[in-house]
């Protein structure tokens, strides 16, 4: 499994955070986004929205999306657990991850 990262923005910068609190020790390709590495064909076949991060698993499936990657890697690696697992707090959890991931947009 490969972690596409970047240094440059904020969704990656919290895939980090969510990586060091699961403590996951996960290979890392890093682009660079002001040279537009995350605009070249071979990102853009990985990922065609051209965004950061991206979660490469071992048979080339993709993952983008950072929420999708948390939910994924949660699923994975359940403890220590991250997100709630009972359904009020699971829906408290949807709700802020949306709605943070929204403010980014525009
Ligand atoms: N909704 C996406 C947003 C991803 C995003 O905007 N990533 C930024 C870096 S943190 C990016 O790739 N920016 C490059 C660009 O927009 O060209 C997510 O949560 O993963």
Redesign the pocket.
């Known amino acids: 499994m490969i972690l596409c990262d ?1 240094k ?8 980090r955070i969510f990586l060091a609190e699961k403590g996951i020790d996960m290979e890392m390709q890093q682009l660079d ?1 002001e040279a ?1 590495e ?2 070249a064909v071979d990102y853009l076949r990985r990922n065609p ?5 991206l979660l490469e698993l071992d048979n080339a499936t993709y993952i ?6 948390y939910r994924y890697l949660e699923a994975l690696y359940p403890t220590p657990l991250l997100f709630a697992n009972y359904a009020k707090q699971k829906g408290k959890n949807g709700m802020c991850l949306l709605c943070w ?1 929204m403010s ?2 525009g």
């Open positions: 970047s440059a923005g904020a969704n990656a910068w919290c895939v986004l537009g995350n605009n929205m051209g965004k950061m991060s983008a999306e950072s929420i999708a990657i991931s980014f947009i």
